[in-house]
């Protein structure tokens, strides 16, 4: 479990942070990640749970991890009206 593992760190160590969650991953290991930055998110998540309005209100996953999807999912908006 990781709680906004880079808030604070200067980009190298954020980079070094990154390779290690994703070692961890690759040899068989189970991330649970919150951040609040969006593209670290992106980056390093295979799926993204949204909650909004005290629910889970959307499950992403592939290609619908980006910051245009999280962003309409976290204001309450559907994956749908992004795509026009």
Do not use: W
């Amino acid at each position: 479990m990781l709680y906004d593992p880079t808030r604070g760190v200067d980009v190298g160590t954020k980079q070094s942070i990154y390779a290690a969650i994703r070692r961890f991953a690759e040899s068989g290991g189970a991330v649970l990640l919150y951040s609040s930055e969006l593209p670290e998110l992106v980056h390093l998540a295979d799926r993204c749970l949204v909650a909004y309005g005290g629910r889970n209100f959307a499950e992403l996953t592939g290609v619908d991890i980006n910051e245009r999807t999280m962003v309409a999912a976290l204001t309450g908006h559907s994956i749908q009206e992004t795509a026009a």
